[in-house]
């Protein structure tokens, strides 16, 4: 039988690369916030195409701190699509009210829906990019008020040159991503220096400078291992997805007419 997903066969075709990067990370003795962070974070940066991106512990954080770092918190309401429990969560732990809105046949949220959730309450909408499908984020921004905010999950969708038409995005690199560390990891991505500065200070004790804590935070960085692998995966990303691509139409040609199968 196939399996659905390798982790080890990926390993194994990087096997080299990776133990250099593990050796020569070592070797530095830098594990917190070092060169691999930044460099991960610039490189990451530049392969979406935004301006700003902060390495995270996870996707999950991620989505806590993006909600935090647009100043919002209890008594504010955010519309979450229903069919995304790990979204649910992450914006919940932010200390702010979900209201879950319905999601269209590609699992992406409904627009339509979304109009009729909106209470004056609501401050936020995440729309989260699901099984390769592209939430409609322009589409949204012109049925909801300038006032509601826009945060794109993008854990699930690591694209070249996607960009980010929301207000800021999140990105996931659990292992089984097309994009996944040996481990756990996240990002945040914006256009904004003030909303990166944030998030910067909320992954590290609030601090704004070192040992200068400005409100309650905890951590949630990104490690030095973790960046040092991502950078190397990211080098392959493209090839990995264009793969993915070519299997996808493959198996659509080949069962497209297998009854029960759509």
Known sequence: MIPFFSLARQYRALRRELTRA???????????????????????AEYIGVAHAVGVASGTDALTLAVRALGLGKGDEVLVPANSYP????????????????CQEDG???????????TPKVR?????????????????????????????DAAQYHKKNSGLAG?????????????????????????????????????????????????VSGVSRLDELQAAFLRIKLRHLDRWNNKRRD????????????????
Not at 88 to 100: D, E, K, M, T
């Open 22 to 44: 593990y050796q020569e990370t070592c070797d530095a003795g830098v594990y917190i916030l070092g060169k691999n962070v930044a460099a991960f974070e610039k490189e990451f």
């Open 87 to 102: 979204t649910v969560f992450g914006v919940a732990q932010a200390g702010v009210s979900i209201r879950l809105v319905d």
């Open 108 to 118: 992406t949220v409904s627009p339509s829906d979304v109009v009729r959730r909106i």
């Open 124 to 152: 936020a909408i995440v729309a989260v990019h699901l099984y390769g499908n592209h939430a409609d984020v322009v589409g949204l921004k012109r049925v909801i008020p300038k006032r509601i905010r826009v945060i794109e």
């Open 167 to 215: 207000d800021i995005g999140i990105y996931s690199f659990y292992p089984t991503k097309n994009l996944g560390a040996l481990g756990d990891g996240g990002m945040v991505v914006t256009r904004s220096s003030g909303i990166a500065s944030r998030v910067r200070g909320l992954r590290m004790y609030g601090e704004k400078i070192r040992y200068k804590s400005t409100e």
């Open 247 to 262: 299997l996808a139409v493959r198996y659509i040609q080949k069962l497209g007419g297998v009854r029960g199968l759509s």
